[in-house]
C-alpha cells in the first residue's frame, strides 16, 4: 500500500521510497523527495507563476525518458494549472506549481523540472533572457566559462546583468532580468549576441547547431528564447547518470573553473551552498532588478 504524506494539509501519496534512481551514487526516490523538500523555498521562487514541463524518468537516468507539458493524469483538483494555448490544442493547460504540496506531488513523479522565459499568463511575453552554452568535446565547462565571462562583459555594455548557473548537465545557462519583452524580440537580441560573439571569439564560439563545426568550441545557443522552449529550472535535478543539479554558480566560481569537475554539483551539495550563499539566482526573482532590452545587440 502507498504511504499517504501530510504536506501543508495535502493528501500526497508517496512511492517507492526505497527505489534505487541514480545506480551510480545509489541515491534513492525518498532521497530525491527529501532534496526537493529541502530546497523548495528557492527552487519555488523560480518557478513561481510558470507553466512547468516535465521531463519524466520513473526508473531512473537509464530508463524511458518522456516530456510532457499536458497535466499528467490524476494530477490532483488542488494542483494548480493555467492556460497554454498551443496550434494544435487552443484550450490546453499545463501544471503551475505553486506550492510545496504541489513540488512534491511533482518530485513523486520524477520529473525534471522545465519552465519558459515568460510567466503564466503572457505568452511570449519573456521577463528573462536565457543563453545555453552547450560544449562540444573535447570542449567542456571551462570553455563555457571562458565564453560566459565574455558574454557577461557584453551584456553589461547594454546595461543588462547576466546570472551563472550549470545545466546540471555539460554545460552552462546564462540568465538576465528584463523587463517584460516580447518573445521575438528577445530571440532576435539573443542570436546578435551569439553572432558577435563568434565574431569576437572565432576559435571558441559558434552560434549555430553545425555538427560539423562543434568539437572543441561552444554553441552559444539562443533557441531558448522562443516562446514555445523551455529550459531547465534553477535547483532542478537532472537525468543523469549521478543526481546533478542545475546550480546557480557566483561569476568567483566561474572565473576560477580550471576543470569540468570543478562546476560540477550533487544534491548533496545544495543544501550547505545555500546556507552558505544564499540564492545566487535570487536578483531574478526581484523586480527591481530588470532592466529594458537594447534594440539590438550592441553599443
Keep these: ?18 527505489k534505487v534512481l541514480y545506480p551510480e551514487t545509489g541515491f534513492t526516490k525518498g532521497e ?11 527552487l519555488l521562487a523560480h518557478i513561481h507563476n510558470r507553466p512547468v514541463s516535465f521531463l519524466r524518468y520513473p526508473d531512473g ?9 499536458n497535466p499528467p493524469p490524476g494530477t490532483p483538483a488542488w494542483v494548480k494549472t493555467a492556460p497554454v494555448p498551443r496550434s494544435e490544442d487552443l484550450a490546453a493547460e499545463q501544471v503551475v ?9 511533482a518530485a513523486n513523479l520524477v520529473v525534471e523540472f522545465h519552465t519558459p522565459q515568460w510567466p503564466a499568463g503572457s505568452p511570449a511575453v519573456a521577463d528573462r533572457l536565457i543563453i545555453d552554452l552547450d560544449p562540444g568535446a573535447p570542449a567542456t565547462v571551462v570553455e563555457c566559462c571562458a565564453v560566459a565571462l565574455w558574454l557577461r562583459e557584453r551584456l553589461a555594455a547594454d546595461g543588462l546583468e547576466a546570472y551563472a548557473k550549470t545545466s546540471g548537465s555539460k554545460g ?5 532580468p528584463l523587463e517584460p519583452t ?7 537580441y539573443a542570436k546578435g549576441l551569439a553572432q558577435e560573439a563568434e565574431r569576437e571569439l572565432p576559435d571558441l564560439v559558434l552560434h549555430r547547431m553545425a555538427k560539423a563545426l562543434r568539437p572543441g568550441k561552444v554553441f552559444v545557443d539562443h533557441s531558448q528564447n522562443a516562446a514555445a522552449k523551455t529550459t531547465a529550472a534553477p535547483y532542478t535535478l537532472r537525468a543523469r ?4 543539479v542545475s546550480a546557480p554558480v557566483s561569476w568567483e566560481e566561474v572565473a576560477a573553473c580550471r576543470i569540468p569537475s570543478d562546476l560540477v ?9 545555500l546556507e552558505r550563499d544564499g540564492d545566487l539566482f535570487g536578483p531574478l526573482t526581484d523586480p527591481g532588478r530588470a532592466r529594458p532590452l537594447p534594440r539590438k545587440a550592441g553599443p
Excluded at 537516468?61 to 507539458?69: A, E, M, R, S, W
Excluded at 506549481?97 to 506531488?105: E, H, I, K
Excluded at 552552462?172 to 538576465?176: C, E, R, T
Design 32 to 42: 530525491v523527495l527529501h532534496y526537493y523538500a529541502t530546497v523548495a523555498p528557492s
Design 1 to 18: 500500500m502507498t504511504p499517504i504524506t501530510m504536506v501543508e494539509g495535502r493528501r500526497i501519496p508517496l512511492s517507492n521510497l526505497d
Design 241 to 244: 547518470a549521478r543526481p546533478t
Design 97 to 105: 506549481v505553486a506550492d510545496l504540496p504541489s513540488l512534491m506531488w
Design 265 to 273: 554539483f550533487l544534491a548533496d551539495d545544495i543544501p550547505p551552498r
Design 172 to 176: 552552462m545557462h546564462l540568465a538576465v
Design 182 to 188: 516580447p518573445s521575438d524580440r528577445v530571440s532576435a
Design 61 to 69: 537516468p537509464d530508463g524511458q525518458l518522456f516530456f510532457t507539458k
